[in-house]
C-alpha cells in the first residue's frame, strides 16, 4: 500500500503538471467533484442493475474502490453518477467524455485499443451458447436452420460465423437491445439458441424464472479478456486505474471481491452464478497485463 501511496502521489504530480495541456479525466473529476461511471442493466454479475438507479456487481464494485482512491489523490470526496450504457453507445459515451469510467463486460480488443483505454484484465470469459435443456442442441453443429439471438453492438455471433465448425452451417439471426432482451428471445420460443460471455449466460440462467429449463452447451467460441475502460491518451487515469487493480490483486482482496460474486448467492433472486476462478485469470492475478483478446488466440 506505501507503494500506491507513492504512486498515488506522482498521479497527482502528473495531473497537476499537465492540467493546462489538457483536461484529463483527473482534473475534470477535481473540479466538478463528480465522475460518470458507465454501467450495465444486465450484464451479471459483472454489472447489473437492481432498479432504482442502483447498480451492482463485480466490475461495479472495483470500480468504487478505484473511486475511492481517486477521492484520495484529489483530496476530496467524489460522488458516482451512474449512466447506463449499451453495447451500441458505451464506447463512443467515454469517447467524447460523457462516461469518464465504464464498468461493464467490454472486452478489451485491438481494434478497440484504437479509439478507448482499457485497464489490467480483470475477468477472462469464454463465448459459448445457451440454450433450453429440451431442444437437445450441445453442439454448434447442431444450429443449423435455427435461430440464434445476439445483443445488439456485440460480436459474439460474428465470432460464432468465424469458427471452423459454423462455416458449413446456415443460421438465422435475431437481436435483442440488451443482453436480458436476447435471453428473453430463447426463454420465449423466439430463438434456440443465445451466443454470449459465459458469465452473462451463467448470471441470466441464475436468475430465469426456472434455471434447471436453460443449460450453457457447445465449444468455446472465443477467450476474450474483460476489462474497466476509459478515454485513451490521459497517462494519470490510466496509472491510477492500473496501480489500484494491481494492489487489490497482490493483496488477494480482488480474489475475494470475485468468490463474492461467481461462487455465492448475489441478488436479486439470492443465487450463485457458480463460476469458480479459472487458471488463465489466476495467472493473471499474479502475472497483471492488459493484453488484447488477439493474444489469447491459440497458435
Known amino acids: 500500500m506505501k507503494h500506491l501511496i507513492a504512486s498515488i502521489a506522482i498521479v497527482g504530480a502528473t495531473l497537476t503538471s499537465t492540467a ?3 483536461t484529463t479525466t483527473l482534473k475534470k473529476v477535481q473540479d466538478s467533484g463528480e465522475i460518470v461511471m458507465g454501467v450495465r442493466e444486465s450484464s451479471s454479475p459483472l454489472s447489473f442493475t437492481l432498479g432504482n438507479n442502483q447498480f451492482a456487481g463485480y466490475h461495479v464494485d472495483l470500480c468504487r474502490a478505484i473511486i475511492a482512491e481517486i477521492s484520495k489523490t484529489i483530496g476530496k470526496t467524489v460522488n458516482i453518477k451512474y449512466t447506463a450504457v449499451t453495447s451500441q453507445n458505451r464506447i463512443p459515451l ?3 467524455g460523457t462516461v469518464d469510467i465504464e464498468c461493464g463486460s467490454t472486452t478489451n480488443n485491438a481494434a478497440r485499443q484504437k479509439d478507448v483505454a482499457f485497464g489490467l484484465t480483470t475477468y477472462v470469459t469464454e463465448v459459448r451458447t445457451a440454450v433450453r435443456v429440451k431442444s437437445g442442441i450441445t453442439s454448434i453443429a447442431q444450429l443449423g436452420n ?5 445483443t445488439t453492438g456485440t460480436t459474439s455471433v460474428q465470432t460464432l460465423r468465424k ?9 438465422k439471426e435475431v437481436f435483442g437491445k440488451d443482453h436480458s432482451d436476447s435471453f428473453l428471445l430463447v426463454e420465449t420460443g423466439r430463438a434456440d439458441a443465445f451466443v454470449m460471455d459465459d458469465n452473462i449466460l451463467a448470471g441470466l440462467i441464475a436468475n430465469a ?4 429449463e436453460f443449460k450453457i452447451v457447445g465449444e468455446v467460441l472465443s477467450v476474450e479478456p474483460i476489462a474497466v475502460m476509459f478515454r485513451r491518451d490521459d497517462p494519470g487515469m490510466k496509472r491510477l486505474v492500473d496501480l489500484t487493480i494491481g494492489t487489490m490483486m497482490r493483496s488477494g482482496e480482488l ?3 470475485y468468490a463474492k460474486w461467481f461462487t ?3 441478488p436479486p433472486r439470492n443465487t450463485s452464478v457458480n463460476l469458480p476462478i479459472g487458471a488463465t485469470l489466476k495467472s493473471l492475478f499474479a502475472n497483471p497485463n492488459d493484453n488484447p483478446m488477439e493474444s489469447y488466440v491459440t497458435k
Open 163 to 171: 469458427h471452423q465448425r459454423a462455416q458449413k452451417i446456415s443460421f
Open 264 to 266: 455465492s448467492p448475489i
Open 209 to 212: 424464472k426456472d434455471p434447471k
Open 20 to 22: 493546462q495541456a489538457q
Open 94 to 96: 467515454v469517447q467524447n
Open 255 to 257: 480474489a475475494k471481491l
Open 146 to 150: 435455427k435461430t440464434v439471438a445476439t
